[in-house]
């Protein structure tokens, strides 16, 4: 009995020693290089665009392109008839030349003083009238001709070979596929934190497409002075060279920004700061004082911490923190320095 009465005694200290180590749920600190990449979703925008169009009405007699084609500056992109422009240039031409005789004659006699001042200026202004309509006709006809205003790629075409039709009226996109444009949206916290005087000019930002690990990098071009409406944010424009390993990308595709706050806010970020879920922080009562409670070797010890900043993303924290340190997410008013605990972990399914 006595044997017995023992085995009962350790097994219930073994129970209790078990109920003081209480689980907590717990957060790793990530690198502060992490911390300070954000992360912006991203639209792909042609640097240059051009709906181009005919100036003169007619019927397309040569439409050579289609759309993905890659043009030249000065490629033919489509022709009209232009058979009624030629004959319009001859009948101007003719009235041009008529006038030009007439003058000379109206010239002579004034010269003797056979006709007047007046009529003398009817004939001159006769002739700049048929020399303007002669400019005119030329330029019609030139007009009848499509050329590339610079080299890129056909993004869409809007007619079809043999329609008939009228000024002004689209006949193709042109994209420049040199130069890309990549737009975010900058929220007003940030843009308005900005500091142009110490911004890291050198610094580029990453792009990445989906379905592609490959990151390329991006020169600031423009932002924009007035919000995006409906949103309390500024679009921001960043310039990329089309990549030449083969990876497509067209306007009109997404991407997403990485963004190294600490080359644009480096007066406000420091490189020690750490993003830290709000739960994870406490205030101490008795000092005053910001602190995290640190997992080690099976206990916890609080570590004194300065706040940065809230965000939607969390708190921003400095201190004598590392990454990989883990921090108690819950429960913090409940520890005391040297305490043991255990991390907790769900089963399988939960």
Same mark, same amino acid.
């Given at each position: 009995?006595?044997?017995?009465?023992?085995?009962?005694?350790?097994?219930?200290?073994?129970?209790?020693?078990?109920?003081?180590?209480?689980?907590?749920?717990? +957060?790793?600190?990530?690198?502060?290089?992490?911390?300070?990449?954000?992360?912006?979703?991203? /639209?792909?925008?042609?640097?240059?665009?051009?709906?181009?169009?005919?100036?003169?009405?007619?019927?397309?007699?040569?439409?050579?392109?289609?759309?993905?084609?890659?043009?030249?500056?000065?490629?033919?992109?489509?022709?009209?008839?232009?058979?009624?422009?030629?004959?319009?240039?001859?009948?101007?031409?003719?009235?041009?030349?008529?006038?030009?005789?007439?003058?000379?004659?109206?010239?002579?006699?004034?010269?003797?003083?056979?006709?007047?001042?007046?009529?003398?200026?009817?004939?001159?202004?006769?002739?700049?009238?048929?020399?303007?309509?002669?400019?005119?006709?030329?330029?019609?006809?030139?007009?009848?001709?499509?050329?590339?205003?610079?080299?890129?790629?056909?993004?869409?075409?809007?007619?079809?070979? +043999?329609?008939?039709?009228?000024?002004?009226?689209?006949?193709?996109?042109?994209?420049?596929?040199?130069?890309?444009?990549?737009?975010?949206?900058?929220?007003?916290?940030?843009? /308005?934190?900005?500091?142009?005087?110490?911004?890291?000019?050198?610094?580029?930002?990453?792009?990445?497409?989906?379905?592609?690990?490959?990151?390329?990098?991006?020169?600031?071009?423009?932002?924009?002075?007035?919000?995006?409406?409906?949103?309390?944010?500024?679009?921001?424009?960043?310039?990329?060279?089309?990549?030449?390993?083969?990876?497509?990308?067209?306007?009109?595709?997404?991407?997403?920004?990485?963004?190294?706050?600490?080359?644009?806010?480096?007066?406000?970020?420091?490189?020690?700061?750490?993003?830290?879920?709000?739960?994870?922080?406490?205030? /101490?009562?008795?000092?005053?004082?910001?602190?995290?409670?640190?997992?080690?070797?099976?206990?916890?010890?609080?570590?004194?911490?300065?706040?940065?900043?809230?965000?939607?993303? $969390?708190?921003?924290?400095?201190?004598?923190?590392?990454? $990989?340190?883990?921090?108690?997410?819950? $429960?913090?008013?409940?520890?005391?320095?040297?305490?043991?605990?255990?991390?907790?972990?769900?089963?399988?399914?939960?």
């Amino acid at each position: 009995m006595a044997a017995l009465t023992g085995c009962q005694d350790e097994e219930a200290e073994t129970v209790v020693a078990a109920e003081v180590i209480r689980p907590v749920k717990l +957060f790793t600190v990530p690198d502060s290089a992490e911390t300070n990449l954000r992360r912006f979703p991203a /639209n792909v925008l042609a640097s240059e665009e051009a709906v181009v169009s005919f100036r003169v009405p007619g019927e397309i007699v040569s439409f050579p392109v289609k759309p993905a084609d890659a043009v030249e500056e000065g490629q033919l992109l489509a022709r009209l008839d232009d058979r009624d422009f030629k004959t319009e240039l001859m009948l101007r031409r003719t009235d041009y030349e008529l006038a030009l005789r007439d003058f000379d004659r109206v010239k002579k006699l004034r010269e003797k003083q056979v006709l007047s001042q007046s009529d003398y200026d009817n004939a001159q202004a006769r002739v700049k009238s048929a020399k303007a309509a002669l400019k005119l006709a030329q330029d019609r006809l030139a007009d009848t001709v499509l050329v590339a205003p610079f080299s890129g790629r056909i993004a869409q075409t809007a007619v079809e070979n +043999f329609q008939y039709i009228q000024p002004q009226q689209t006949i193709l996109v042109l994209q420049d596929n040199n130069t890309l444009d990549i737009s975010i949206q900058l929220p007003e916290s940030i843009l /308005n934190q900005v500091d142009q005087t110490k911004v890291d000019q050198a610094y580029r930002p990453l792009v990445t497409f989906a379905g592609n690990e490959t990151s390329y990098p991006v020169t600031y071009k423009q932002h924009t002075t007035q919000a995006t409406p409906g949103t309390q944010a500024y679009e921001v424009v960043f310039s990329l060279d089309v990549p030449d390993d083969g990876q497509t990308i067209y306007p009109g595709m997404g991407a997403t920004l990485h963004m190294d706050m600490h080359k644009i806010l480096p007066h406000l970020v420091d490189e020690e700061t750490y993003l830290l879920p709000v739960t994870a922080v406490l205030v /101490n009562d008795a000092t005053g004082t910001a602190q995290v409670w640190v997992y080690r070797d099976g206990a916890v010890t609080p570590v004194d911490v300065s706040k940065q900043g809230v965000s939607a993303d $969390g708190i921003s924290v400095s201190g004598a923190l590392q990454p $990989g340190d883990q921090l108690v997410m819950a $429960g913090l008013n409940q520890l005391r320095p040297g305490m043991k605990v255990k991390p907790l972990e769900r089963e399988r399914g939960l």
